[in-house]
Every structure is written in structure tokens, then in C-alpha cells.
């Protein structure tokens, strides 16, 4: 999906960009990582007030996949803001690198969460999904190095896991606020990493795991 950071940024962008009731502005320029301020991807269009499809929750960029949780704000917005976002970054893609056809397998995964247990473990689990990366082993619950982690999810950019942490990274793209009650604030989120880390158990969520 993504073969360079500019095709990162763009398809960050394009989670702001698309979430918008309204039909997006010509969307096909090639997207200038130059452009970017490195704490607020929606300035690099300032308009109009948005009308939000869905809130975006959580979200995290893997080298062939990515995470979203989403909480529909109107009739079908979800529907509605995959298909635009998914149709938008396939455009951008065969545009740069002059292919065709689809980027994706197939249609995208969705499950509906409506039990809380799911629902509190899932932002951790989206978050942590870059460590697949370097500890694979974080799924069996048999980390080595806790601290190695840590370091490597604070400094791995392509998700919401930072602005969750109140370092601004690409904080106009995820609304936050609900689930930062749920945290305890930021410092809330902080402190319960390495708790989460360690005692989170992979099969509680199995049936909702769409890898």
C-alpha cells in the first residue's frame, strides 16, 4: 500500500480530507510532503467547516493494512467515508506510480463493537500493531524488552498512538475526546501502556481480530 512516506502522508491526508459529508475539492494532486506542518495535517487545506461522516477514533498505518476505529455520525457514514477514502488513495496510487486496477484484495473488514470489554482493549491493540515490526512476540504476551517497545511506539508516526500521548502529530484527523474520558486524559493513556502491554491478552478480542 504504501511505498514511501509521501504515500503515508497522503493517505493520513486523505483520512481528514474524505471525512466530509460534502464532496471533496479536486483531490488529485500528487500530495507534497513539503508541505506538511509536522503537528496539524488539516492545515495543508484550510476551508470550510467539515460535516463529519464518521469520528475517527483510532487509526494505524502497517506496511500492507490498516487499522480504523470508526463511530458513525450519520445514516451509512461509514459506508460512505470507506468508500471514499479507499477509491481516493487507489486513484492517488495508480496515478504516481502509473499502474491500474485495484490496490486491495477485496472489500474491507468490518466489525460492529458493541461489547465493552472489546471496546476498551481495541485502541490498545490497534496502537500496538506496529510492534509486529520489531516483537512480533508482544501477541503471545512474551515481550523481552518492555522499555524497546515503548520506545519504538513513541517514535512510530503512522498511527494515533501520540496524539493520544498529547504529543501533537497528526491531531486533526482523529476526534479524541471520547476516548480520552475513558483514558484518564493523556496522562491517563501514559500510565496505562505498560500495564496494557504487558496484561493484554490477544485472545479476548480473537473474534473481532480481522487479520
Known sequence: MFM??????RFIHDLYEFNDQENVRDNSYLFNIRDVRHN?????DEKRPRKLLVNI???????NHYHLLLRPLVDKGMSLFMK??????VKYFNNKYERTG???????????????????????????NPLDLIAPEWRKGKLRNYQKALDF????RWCSH????????FPSVTQRSFLLKVFGREKGYEQKITSWL????VEKISDIMLE
Do not use: Q, W
Request: glycine residues 6%; aromatic residues 16%.
Open 4 to 9: 514511501d512516506d509521501r504515500d503515508r502522508f
Open 40 to 44: 496539524d495535517i488539516g492545515r495543508v
Open 57 to 63: 477514533l483510532a487509526f494505524c498505518l502497517m506496511p
Open 84 to 89: 471514499k477514502l479507499n477509491g481516493g488513495y
Open 102 to 128: 485495484t490496490l486491495f484484495e477485496r472489500r474491507y473488514k468490518s466489525i460492529l463493537v458493541n461489547n465493552e470489554s472489546h471496546f476498551i482493549h481495541l485502541p490498545y491493540y490497534i496502537h500496538f
Open 153 to 156: 511506539l513513541n517514535s512510530y
Open 162 to 169: 501520540s496524539d493520544y500521548m498529547g504529543k501533537k502529530n
Open 198 to 201: 504487558k496484561d493484554l491478552n
